[in-house]
Structure formats: C-alpha cells, structure tokens
C-alpha cells in the first residue's frame, strides 16, 4: 500500500464509450502523473500536475484528458479511444516534481475493444 | 534523445547474486532511479543515486558512474520473491525535471 489508490482496477471500453479513471494520493503530495505503459514499452509520462497546474503535456493525444480539481485527486477522461490505448495506466505522486521519489497506485488495466 | 538502456530479461539462482546494467546518455543527466515491479502490480522505489559510487540498502545495491552514463543494481542472496521486473529511470534536467524510464529487465530467480 503506496497511499496513491486507483479506480477501476480494470476497465473494458468500447471505441464510442466515454470513461473516466480515478486516482486519489493520501500522501500530502504536490505533484501528481498520469503513465501508460504497454507491454515491452517503457513507462510512458503523459501529464504532470504540480499544485494543481498541469505543467506538462507529453504530446499525448487529445481523446486523453486530464483533470486535477485539488491536490489529492487526479482524473483521466477517456473518449473515442482506440484498440492501440489498450494499456495499464499508473497514476504516481510525489512531494514536488523535483522529488526523489514517486509513489505509484496500482493502475487501472484498460482494454479497448 | 535520452535513451536508457538495459536488458530485457535475465535469469539467476536462488542465492546468487546478479547484477542488472543500464546506459543512459549523460547529456542533462540529474539522477537515476531504480525501481521494482512484480507482474500486475505497480512499481515501487527502490534507489536513487545522484553523485558516483556505491549506495548499498541491505541486499540490494545501486552503483553510478556519470561520466560512463552507466548504473547497476546489484541483488544479492537473492529469493524467489525478487522475480519481478526492474526498471531504470533517468532524471533530466528541464522543465520539471522529466523523468524517463528504461524497458525494465525482467528477472527471473530459479530455485
């Protein structure tokens, strides 16, 4: 147990649905990161949030979106997404983005059909 | 770029020591993590080294040398609960600070 939890743990999803993951940080943290990660694929970072901000964009696709109401939540919309998105995705948080150490939830597998 | 390097898998004995290598390019280089992940679940930190040299926690250990570009994590007495992935990840300096994660080598411990 990190203290960073995610929902759902698992989640199937047509090309049309419209589907939001969840991550929540008990750790007090600043920072907060949204990762893909495929197989045979490094950990891919797709946004970064600090206190609140999205600070970066990792050129990923628009039918991604992110949202940070506060500190502690994270969410990542998903919309019109293809069979290629099918991954695990981590979220991760840390004191400040320039922190040692990232703590990761467990994930959500995606699978889109 | 900021290619990191490692190998996909490797295999050792229960008991043994092994020793997983990983290349980066040195370019912007501010520090390099090394973290653990069993199949299924999410990583967890296992190193961080900054300035050369050897840092040892219980039997694992993590080494640099920045001017090689070159880190490894060493395990030792190894267990048959080490099996999971290891994964390398580089901060470079920018921005936020970016950090970038290697493929992971897949370690397999046999009895």
């Known amino acids: 147990e990190t203290g960073v939890t995610q929902t759902p743990r698992h989640l199937v999803m047509g090309m049309t649905n419209k589907k939001s993951l969840k991550c929540e940080q008990h750790?007090?943290?600043?920072?907060m990161y949204w990762y893909k990660q495929s197989a045979k694929k490094p950990l891919e970072l797709m946004f970064v949030?600090?206190?609140?901000?999205?600070?970066e964009n990792n050129s990923v696709p628009s039918r991604f979106s992110p949202e940070c109401p506060n500190s502690s939540h994270l969410f990542l919309h998903l919309h019109t997404l293809q069979p290629e998105d099918s991954a695990l995705y981590l979220c991760a948080s840390s004191q400040d983005t320039g922190s040692e150490t990232q703590y990761f939830g467990p994930g959500t597998r995606l699978l889109v059909l | 770029g900021q290619n990191i390097d490692q190998p996909t898998e490797m295999t050792a004995t229960e008991g043994a020591i092994v020793q997983i290598n990983c290349t980066y390019q040195t370019s912007g280089f501010n520090g390099l993590f090394w973290y653990q992940q069993h199949a299924g679940e999410a990583p967890t930190f296992l190193s961080y080294?900054?300035?050369?040299g050897l840092e040892e926690k219980g039997r694992f250990s993590s080494f640099l040398s920045r001017s090689k570009g070159y880190s490894y994590l060493l395990l030792k007495e190894l267990q048959m609960k080490d099996s999971a992935s290891y994964l390398c990840a580089v901060r470079f300096s920018g921005g936020y600070q970016k950090v970038t994660f290697g493929t992971g080598t897949k370690l397999q411990v046999i009895p």
């Open positions: 949030y600090s206190l609140e901000e999205r600070v």
């Open positions: 750790l007090g943290h600043n920072a």
């Open positions: 080294n900054v300035l050369d």
